[in-house]
């Protein structure tokens, strides 16, 4: 099955500092990718949809100038969280999808564990 | 909106011991279900799916079945082993609940098996 990587796996940074997160799909190109957020004992959210070549797609209530995504090529997508604050700690989640029309069979990343002090 | 309900963990078991996680969804449409698992270190993986009323996913011993009548789809195994040890991920993808991100999986907070040699 496809591989998706992210990196880096954990990173602690001080408040107001700017977070980069990459998202890689290892084994195909991958025209949409998704970034969820989970916090602890929490399910995972949907954040955004990424989309190559074009602007990404943000769920309700998720603040696209605090979450930049850029979808660089096929096979990278990057999160950045900009001017991060304590309760932008969580543990990011890339996936992409390997299905077809209905997308449905997603392959997830490692995750991310963001900490800002 | 669409939701998924999984039972909170954890859950610590014996080896060879009969696993039930149970997993119930609301959904406007008619969803597709998914059960994720998540090995410590590891991104999700999809460990089976159902597509439509009365099917059942199965894989590596694990399966469960579409119930439309009580909106559930609860995860069995006969025996499990250490090996099993692992977050499990309850999800429903909604075709009529497409928004801005097609496709998009709704996850249960996850319920964390712990089997014990």
């Known amino acids: 099955g496809a591989v998706v990587s992210q990196h880096p796996s954990w990173v602690i940074c001080k408040s107001g500092t700017s977070v980069k997160i990459e998202c890689r799909s290892l084994?195909?190109?991958?025209?949409?990718m998704f970034w969820y957020r989970q916090f602890p004992k929490q399910s995972l959210m949907l954040m955004a949809t990424s989309n190559e070549g074009s602007k990404a797609t943000y769920e309700q209530g998720v603040e696209k100038d605090k979450f930049l995504i850029n979808h660089a090529s096929l096979t990278l997508s990057t999160l950045t969280v900009t001017s991060a604050h304590p309760e932008d700690s969580s543990f990011y989640i890339c996936s992409v999808p390997g299905g077809a029309w209905r997308r449905e069979t997603q392959y997830f990343g490692p995750g991310t564990r963001l900490l800002v002090l | 909106g669409d939701s998924v309900t999984q039972m909170e963990g954890p859950v610590t078991l014996s080896e060879e011991a009969f696993l039930t996680i149970n997993c119930t969804y609301t959904?406007?449409?008619?969803?597709?279900l998914f059960w994720y698992v998540q090995y410590p270190g590891e991104g999700l993986q999809l460990l089976l799916k159902?597509?439509?009323?009365?099917d059942k996913g199965s894989n590596k011993g694990f399966e469960a079945t579409y119930r439309k009548e009580t909106t559930s789809f609860h995860l069995e195994k006969g025996s499990v082993q250490v090996s099993d040890s692992a977050v499990y991920f309850c999800a429903l993808s909604d075709p009529l609940n497409y928004g801005g991100s097609q496709g998009n999986l709704i996850f249960g907070k996850g319920t964390k098996l712990s089997v014990k040699p």
């Open positions: 959904a406007t449409g008619y969803p597709s």
């Open positions: 159902a597509t439509k009323a009365d």
């Open positions: 084994d195909f190109q991958a025209t949409t």
